[in-house]
């Protein structure tokens, strides 16, 4: 069982590594530094178009109300007019927003010359990836999301440093996070490990705990006093836990298995260490020999019996009774019966029909039936 518990931790660590790696990888951090104040600030890269390379792109920032007074900072209305060459390479920086989705504002970009595009947020949230329903594969310029504060001071650096002020876009060492993942791989095992032999010492504890006798049941048991004048042949004198004799008035505590000990000594030791006898390893809280029997509701053989010799008895005075009823002659001859040193035999007259059903004849008078009587006696 503990090694069935083992293997699921295991295989949900793992699960959750590749799930990590995989939500990791499709949305990815980057950077964008700028060179005259070295301000970093952290970017979401897009879910479509290609990643930043490993070099870094180093482009100057243009921001797209700049190059065209009517066109919004959305970048929803096509392309537009690409600033002059000493500005490129260059990063357009546009607005979230606007009734055109990411992917039309970078294709929008892509087609006026940009080789990169920033889009900052319009409302004070996280970092959000950019993902696009419609199909992407013309989109080749990398593209970002950076917050809506970062996106307010890349304006303000435009307006106080200058059109076309220098940036780096770098990757972040996150993209692939081969590190981190090798960290978490060896944690992640030694986590579950860590786990389960909790659970293996919090099982111990139980079994422990389950060995040891209750308190109560332990203060039940009887006690004695001793007395060598009352030791007889058989009587230990020594406790075997302690191994001192016992003298004149040393309470002993007496277990079901008749063996007797210090009671301090002993109720330590059960109450401590196990609910078994020292000496013979009975346990004390294991029910007696009768207990079973008495609990289960059931009655001895002996009280079966009686039952079932009551109701014999029964039957039999029940047969007593009918016999008499049927041979009134029985009735009268039994002194005789008593008399005679052989068991006597109950013969019962057969007839074809029972007795109930043959018919009522007048009673014979008092003499007459005497008269029968003598007869049959004869």
Known sequence: MAFRGATFLLFVNWLCIVMWLTSTMESSESTVTVIATNDT???????????????????????????????????????????????????????????????????????????????????????????????????????????????????????????????????????????????????????????????????????????????????????????????????????????????????????????????ACIDKWLITRKKFCPTCKRDICAPSETTPLLGSGMQPDYASGSSSNGNTSASANSFSSTASLASPTLASTGAASEQDDRPSEVIIPVSEHPVAEEPTAERPSSSTEEESHVLNRV
């Not at 006798?213 to 060598?228: G, I, M, W």
Request: aromatic share 10%; proline share 7%.
């Open 41 to 263: 600030y952290i970017t979401r890269t897009a879910g479509f178009g290609p990643r930043i390379p490993e070099e870094g792109l180093l482009l100057n920032v243009i921001a797209v109300e700049s190059l065209d007074p009517t066109e919004e900072t959305t970048a929803c209305h096509g392309p537009i007019p690409a600033p002059k060459d000493k500005y490129n390479p260059w990063v357009a920086l546009v607005e979230r927003g606007g009734e055109c989705t990411f992917a039309q504002k970078v294709r929008n970009m892509q087609q006026s010359g940009a080789q990169a595009v920033i889009v900052g947020d319009n409302q004070k949230n996280g970092l959000v990836t950019m993902y696009a329903r419609e199909d992407t594969s013309d989109i080749t310029v990398p593209s970002v999301f950076i917050t809506q504060n970062h996106y307010r001071e890349l304006q303000y650096f435009s307006m106080d440093l200058g059109q076309g002020f220098a940036v780096l876009l770098m990757p972040d060492e996150e993209d692939w996070p081969i590190l981190d993942a090798v960290m978490f791989v060896i944690l992640s095992p030694a986590f579950a490990v860590l786990f389960m032999f909790f659970l293996w010492k919090m099982r111990e504890r139980r079994q422990r705990l389950a060995d040891l006798a209750p308190p109560e049941v332990v203060s039940n048991l009887p006690v004695k006093v001793f007395f060598k004048s009352k030791v007889e042949d058989n009587d230990a004198i020594e406790c075997v836990i302690c191994l001192e004799e016992y003298v004149d008035e040393d309470e002993l505590r007496i277990l079901p298995c008749k063996h007797e000990y210090h009671v």
